[in-house]
């Protein structure tokens, strides 16, 4: 994509960083990338892949309470009350990993991480994409994070030496790597950055809710995971608390009922 921008104008014209959007670029997208990267793979091995997505599920009430403190009004009793009813569904997630022991818990703890680092991570490309495109976004804090990354690949890759368990290239994995690059990395970033430009961060992540469900079905079919029984109580949860938090109920109600704010 850097290559793209420097030799074509397929993307549009593109102009040089100034040094202070150049740390909010390091400091405030690659790092914060970088950060949630590892938390959502540490995540995937200590706990399920359902789980994992349906942390990513209450990403916007996540965004919807850093949009605004708390206030005596009908908006924030909408939020807040949003909030309890997320939080619910994390509560009924992380009780059976309490007795599941610790390396199951910590897996939760990192994909509720992953959960916040992913909103704040919208939060700030919002704020980037007031300076630069969408696609530039998306390059410019790529290729940072990979520079985070890459000496805790270089420690993984030497130590999976250690125990003998080398890396091998397959078929089926360097094909995988192409479909997470491409369409996960690079389509996938630039429509959400297109889309953070256009509404706010919590109406973004509302299709966070579409994660949950596609990755539990497609983990359960390819990768034989197991439903757990609580995933659909905390589903429910989570997507109670979501609908209530981004429903315009003075647009159902009328103003009568519910006066505007």
Not at 21 to 46: C, P
Request: charged content about 10%; some cysteine.
């Amino acid at each position: 994509m850097l290559g793209l921008f420097r030799w074509t104008n397929l993307f549009g014209k593109t102009s040089p960083l100034p040094p202070g959007l150049k740390r909010q670029l390091w400091w405030r997208g690659g790092l914060n990338l970088a950060l949630y990267i590892i938390a959502f793979n540490l995540a995937l091995t200590l706990t399920s892949v359902s789980h994992v997505a349906l942390y990513l599920g209450a990403s916007p009430v996540w965004a919807l309470l850093w949009e605004g403190a708390p206030e005596r009004s009908w908006k924030s009793l909408q939020r807040y009350s949003a909030a309890v009813l997320a939080l619910g569904g994390v509560a009924v997630l992380f009780w059976p990993a309490l007795k599941l022991g610790s390396s199951h818990l910590l897996g939760e703890i990192l994909a509720l991480g992953g959960s916040v680092l992913w909103t704040n991570y919208g939060r700030q490309c919002r704020v980037l994409g007031e300076h630069l495109s969408d696609a530039e976004v998306s390059a410019q804090t790529f290729w940072r994070a990979g520079i985070f990354l890459l000496p805790i690949s270089i420690i993984e890759i030497f130590m999976r030496q250690i125990v003998q368990r080398p890396l091998t290239l397959r078929t089926d994995l360097v094909l995988i790597h192409l479909f997470c690059i491409l369409a996960s990395g690079v389509v996938a970033f630039a429509l959400w950055n297109n889309a953070l430009r256009h509404w706010k961060t919590s109406q973004v992540y509302l299709f966070n809710n579409l994660i949950p469900l596609s990755t539990m079905v497609w983990a359960h079919v390819f990768l034989n995971d197991t439903i757990a029984p609580t995933f659909w109580a905390a589903m429910i949860l989570i997507g109670a608390g979501v609908l209530i938090g981004q429903t315009n109920w003075q647009k159902i109600f009328g103003k009568r009922w519910l006066p505007v704010e």
